[in-house]
């Protein structure tokens, strides 16, 4: 794999951001605390709607995140409904999602009930606020019906799903779409999907996911067990896509007819293996014991994906900063900054500086 950066690109805007109303959420979860540390960063004036955090430790408390928190399920539309006319945001950010493969298949009536109930509960609930121009919903790269092919997806290709996570988020797409055609787009409210995953970064404390998992084992001087080592995807600094998320939103405030899917993530020849990943971050972390599986322990997963990033590249001006090893890096360093005991949110907010300087 070359393991080259793509330089420059879009970045946002925070003359836009400052005093803008956003309403953000997930906000407890791990890209969703980063998001709100930034969107803080930028001026915003953030709203959280999230359960409470689910891992011990988190980001969003160690990093002391100042967003007005409230703690709600999304299944809850009375409540929900009641926040949002509340807040009145002129932006909303929907991250909040049941969001990993393998707890899926232990609760499939609560992953769906979450990812497309808890979604079609925020829309309606948009449709009674006047104050909101943008909505922007996270979905995931695993919305494709996955063939695994050797081609990367486009945004026009079937959504599907095998897994209940991967189906409810494609469902998910639908109920978005409709609302966007059937109620919001008459109203002026641009809304627009994102598709990106297999995000790393520092303050992923969540199980079943690759860096965490190495990070628990290997500061406990514990083995790594890896299931698919050689399941490939396209790997990204949390920084990537919530930089995406937070351009996509300036522009579709500006341009409505944006209002559409969009696929973000590395450049679509540069999915790695589980492997490669783990190779790179036991380099950079120092140590690590690892046992790696023969791909077929546990529940179906996809064993290829990669996504086509182009449209974003041409209609928004978004490209990857950092390579992937110098993503892996960060993320093993930050990790190892904070087991030292260095202040959390003063690592996060170095890291959003040093990516916004990045040429």
């Given at each position: 794999?070359?393991?080259?950066?793509?330089?420059g690109?879009?970045?946002?805007?925070?003359?836009?951001?400052t005093?803008?109303?956003?309403?953000?959420?997930?906000?407890?979860?791990?890209?969703?605390?980063?998001?709100?540390?930034?969107?803080?960063?930028?001026?915003?004036?953030?709203?959280?709607?999230?359960?409470?955090?689910?891992?011990?430790?988190?980001?969003?408390?160690?990093?002391r995140?100042?967003?007005e928190s409230?703690?709600?399920?999304?299944?809850?539309?009375?409540?929900?409904?009641?926040?949002?006319?509340?807040?009145?945001p002129?932006?909303?950010?929907?991250?909040?999602?049941?969001?990993?493969?393998?707890?899926?298949?232990?609760?499939?009536?609560?992953?769906?009930?979450?990812?497309?109930?808890?979604?079609?509960?925020?829309?309606?609930?948009?449709?009674?606020?006047p104050?909101?121009?943008?909505?922007?919903?996270v979905?995931?790269?695993?919305?494709?019906?996955?063939?695994?092919?050797?081609?990367?997806?486009?945004?026009?290709?079937?959504?599907g799903?095998?897994?209940?996570?991967?189906?409810?988020?494609?469902?998910a797409?639908?109920?978005?779409?409709?609302?966007r055609?059937?109620?919001?787009?008459?109203?002026?409210?641009?809304?627009?999907?994102?598709?990106?995953?297999n995000?790393?970064g520092?303050g992923?404390?969540?199980?079943?996911?690759?860096?965490?998992?190495?990070?628990?084992?290997?500061?406990s001087?514990?083995?790594?067990?890896?299931?698919?080592?050689?399941?490939?995807?396209?790997?990204?600094?949390v920084?990537?896509p919530?930089?995406?998320?937070?351009?996509?939103?300036?522009?579709?405030?500006?341009?409505?007819?944006?209002?559409?899917?969009?696929?973000?993530?590395?450049?679509?020849?540069?999915?790695?293996?589980?492997?490669?990943?783990?190779?790179?971050?036991?380099?950079?972390?120092?140590?690590?014991?690892?046992?790696?599986?023969?791909?077929?322990?546990?529940?179906?997963?996809a064993g290829?994906?990669?996504?086509?990033?182009?449209?974003?590249?041409?209609?928004?001006?978004?490209e990857?900063?950092?390579?992937l090893?110098?993503a892996?890096?960060?993320?093993?360093?930050?990790?190892?900054?904070?087991?030292?005991?260095?202040?959390?949110?003063?690592?996060?907010?170095?890291?959003i500086?040093?990516?916004?300087?990045?040429?």
């Open positions: 794999m070359e393991d080259l950066a793509v330089m690109g879009a970045r946002p805007n925070r003359s836009f951001w005093g803008k109303s956003v309403l953000l959420t997930g906000h407890t979860g791990f890209k969703g605390a980063w998001l709100a540390i930034w969107l803080r960063q930028l001026g915003a004036t953030v709203t959280g709607v999230s359960l409470a955090p689910e891992t011990r430790p988190n980001l969003f408390t160690l990093a995140t100042d967003a409230h703690i709600l399920d999304i299944r809850d539309g009375v409540r929900l409904a009641e926040t949002v006319q509340a807040a009145q002129e932006i909303v950010l929907h991250l909040a999602a049941q969001a990993l493969v393998r707890p899926s298949y232990q609760d499939p009536l609560g992953t769906f009930a979450t990812n497309v109930l808890g979604t079609a509960n925020l829309l309606d609930a948009v449709r009674s606020t104050s909101t121009r943008v909505v922007l919903a979905t995931t790269d695993k919305v494709y019906r996955n063939l695994e092919h050797a081609f990367p997806y486009r945004e026009t290709d079937h959504l799903g095998h897994d209940p996570y991967s189906a409810s988020k494609a469902a797409e639908i109920v978005i779409a409709s609302y055609d059937s109620f919001l787009r008459e109203r002026g409210v641009a809304v627009a999907t994102a598709r990106a995953g995000v790393i520092g992923d404390w969540s199980t079943d996911r690759l860096l965490p998992d190495a990070v628990r084992a290997w500061q001087g514990d083995v790594l067990h890896v299931r698919r080592p050689e399941a490939r995807r396209p790997w990204q600094h920084l990537e919530l930089c995406a998320y937070l351009v996509l939103a300036e522009r579709l405030w500006s341009d409505p007819s944006l209002s559409d899917a969009f696929n973000f993530g590395p450049v679509s020849n540069d999915a790695a293996s589980v492997r490669q990943v783990i190779d790179i971050a036991r380099a950079s972390y120092g140590r690590g014991e690892v046992e790696y599986g023969d791909g077929t322990e546990g529940p179906h997963e290829w994906l990669a996504l086509e990033t182009a449209k974003a590249r041409h209609m928004l001006g978004i990857p900063r950092w390579s090893a110098e892996v890096d960060r993320t093993m360093k930050w990790y190892r900054a904070q087991d030292d005991n260095a202040d959390v949110r003063t690592l996060c907010e170095a890291e500086r040093d990516y916004e300087a990045q040429p």
